[in-house]
């Protein structure tokens, strides 16, 4: 034992003063490891500490083509964007973590995401929870649904876009399967997307733009109790479009033997179609307004269903020299003041427009 506790003595002492260069390389070394050690270290504790809890700034898993991507959020905004990886992988911003729950086997069938502001405060499986602002890959073929109690949710390149909002914007683009949006107070947008669709807004306005069906007998739906409903391009043969306080506005073509329904009880109902549709109108106006056509409606025009009955041909006027747009023609009231209607055919009938505003005008223009 006295051998050796000399021997270590020299090694500590005299070894140093014959090497001393060596020596103190060897240390910055050594010095150098220790504290990338101390470094991974304290990575590992943070990433078990966050895997014990289940949340993490970011998290990944993978997943099915169709993967059901399921979230509740109190307060955030949403933003989810199909991707060709079979992953469902979500980051939070700023302080937020977030946990996905997968299931239905491997690759996962479906994934719920968890959000919390902080992992002391994170919420049971199926609350909902707060985050600045919450990104979401998913694979395209996936179904999301998202409850919002207070933030705008963005959805892209998805197959079916579900939206529940209480609060905030919702923007839904390039979904190609279907669209179904309920907001309480916000607006709702939808674009270049496919397959049946419904969208409801309490108080917001409604914008579609080229949207176009997936199989026979997909509808689409809008309706606005304070709100305007815009509709452009909308290629379902099944068309609904009403709002209580609000205008309508349908432009683009309309489909062989398809059906219009568009209906206010304050504002004005105004489709802009191609100079060659052909459709048949029945159209009403309770209170105030006027039916206005820039079409030659052959029509049995009825202001007063007990007085009136008479076919009658309401043709276009021709242009004027300078070449502006031809004149409007309007369905007579009754001289009661009660409802105004007009039922006719443009050219074959091929499509049915069913128009009616309790105060307000219902105008038919050519594009």
Not at 181 to 209: F, K, M, Q, T, W
Request: proline share 4%.
């Amino acid at each position: 034992m006295k051998f050796l506790f000399s021997t270590i003595l020299f090694a500590l002492f005299a070894a140093p003063l014959a090497s001393a260069q060596t020596g103190g390389h060897v240390r910055k070394a050594e010095v150098q490891k220790t504290v990338r050690a101390e470094t991974e270290r304290e990575v590992e504790r943070e990433a078990e500490t966050a895997a014990d809890e289940g949340f993490a700034p970011e998290q990944h898993v993978g997943a099915a083509a169709d993967v059901a991507v399921s979230l509740c959020v109190a307060s955030g905004d949403v933003v989810v964007r199909g991707w060709d990886r079979l992953d469902v992988q979500a980051s939070a911003s700023e302080s937020g973590v977030v946990r996905l729950d997968a299931g239905g086997g491997t690759p996962a069938r479906r994934v719920e995401v968890v959000v919390a502001e902080d992992k002391d405060a994170s919420p049971f499986a199926g609350g909902c929870g707060s985050t600045g602002t919450l990104e979401l890959m998913v694979p395209r073929g996936a179904s999301v649904s998202i409850q919002a109690r207070d933030g705008h949710v963005e959805i892209a390149e998805v197959a079916d876009a579900h939206v529940q909002s209480l609060s905030g914007d919702v923007d839904i683009r390039r979904a190609s399967r279907s669209v179904e949006v309920s907001c309480l107070s916000g607006d709702i947008s939808v674009e270049d997307s496919s397959g049946p669709v419904r969208l409801a807004a309490v108080s917001g306005n409604i914008e579609a733009r080229n949207v176009r069906t997936v199989a026979q007998g997909d509808n689409f739906e809008a309706k606005s109790t304070s709100g305007d409903v815009t509709l452009e391009g909308v290629a379902h043969s099944q068309v609904s479009g009403a709002t209580v306080s609000g205008g309508v506005l349908y432009t683009g073509a309309l489909a062989r033997g398809g059906i219009y329904n568009f209906q206010t009880i304050s504002g004005d109902v105004t489709l802009e179609l191609p100079a060659d549709s052909s459709f048949s109108v029945h159209a009403k106006v309770v209170a105030g307004g006027d039916i206005v056509t820039d079409f030659p409606v052959k029509s049995s025009s009825v202001t007063n269903t007990s007085t009136q009955t008479d076919a009658q041909s309401w043709p276009m006027p021709p242009p004027p020299p300078d070449g502006r747009k031809p004149g409007k023609v309007k369905s007579p009231k009754d001289k009661n003041g009660s409802e105004t209607r007009l039922d006719g055919t443009v050219g074959t009938g091929d499509a049915v427009l069913n128009l009616s505003s309790f105060n307000g005008s219902l105008r038919l223009k050519r594009q």
